[in-house]
């Protein structure tokens, strides 16, 4: 990761292969090697993307200054959905050279890569505060749905909130990682009209082929 900083990336896309999470914990002797070595790769990667994310933060609340010698770099992680794999894909399958098997690999990775699209275009459309974007990058009957510290929207769907999605209020906060595998996540802040300050929620957005079809806003992720 460090090579890669060095040559002052805006963005790194950080294809997952190990998964975060298994179903159901191995067994056999090959299955707990292979989640061992999964998990130390899957700790090395998550320490160096968090040591990003700090800098970041630094960055955006003035704590470094941009002569500092660090710049921001938004960071997204694609990985495929548990609900896409096949069954039988374990251990042993990294040796597997069957054509259809990898046909089939190639194919679910070419369906993650339009939801990693879709998603970064509806992302791109929302930073911009562009609505025609936005509705290109949503499916018409798109649905909308919120729990606090969002405020409810009037419940006409995604598409009827465009003015309220692209004023500006509902901002991504580039310094925290976006991750896409069955759904979109991204941390997002919002005014809290109270206090006169800005909380912390979760977008999550659903997908129906490379279009949007559903927008979840809600609390963040436990720390």
């Known amino acids: ?4 900083l060095a ?3 805006d963005e790194l896309w950080v294809i997952q292969i190990n998964p975060q999470r298994i179903e159901k914990e191995p067994r056999t ?4 090697a292979d989640r061992r070595n999964g998990l130390a790769g899957n700790l090395s990667l998550y320490q160096e993307l968090g040591f990003i994310e700090t800098i970041d933060g ?5 704590s470094l ?7 921001h770099v938004t960071v997204r992680i694609i990985e495929m959905p548990a609900g896409g794999l096949p069954r039988f894909l374990g251990p042993a399958s990294k040796m597997n050279r069957d054509v259809g098997f990898l046909r089939g690999l190639r194919e679910q990775g070419r369906a993650q890569a339009d939801r990693f699209l879709a998603a970064l275009a509806f992302e791109r459309a929302l930073v911009a505060g562009d609505g025609d974007a936005l509705r290109a990058a949503t499916t018409p009957d798109a649905a909308l749905s919120t729990a606090p510290p969002f405020p409810p ?8 909130e465009i003015a309220a999605m692209t004023d500006g209020r509902i901002r991504i906060d ?6 896409a595998g069955g759904t979109a996540t991204w941390t997002v802040r919002i005014p809290d009209t109270g206090s ?19 927008l979840r806003l809600g609390p963040g992720p436990p720390h």
């Open 65 to 71: 200054s941009p002569d500092s010698g660090y710049s």
């Open 153 to 160: 929207f009037a419940g006409t769907g995604l598409r009827g």
């Open 58 to 62: 630094l960055l955006a609340d003035g």
């Open 1 to 4: 990761m460090r090579d890669l």
């Open 174 to 179: 580039t310094t925290r990682k976006q991750i």
């Open 29 to 32: 002797l090959t299955g707990i």
């Open 7 to 9: 040559t002052d990336p």
């Open 196 to 214: 006169g300050s800005t909380v912390t929620g979760q977008a999550e957005a659903l997908f129906d082929g490379p279009l949007v079809r559903e």
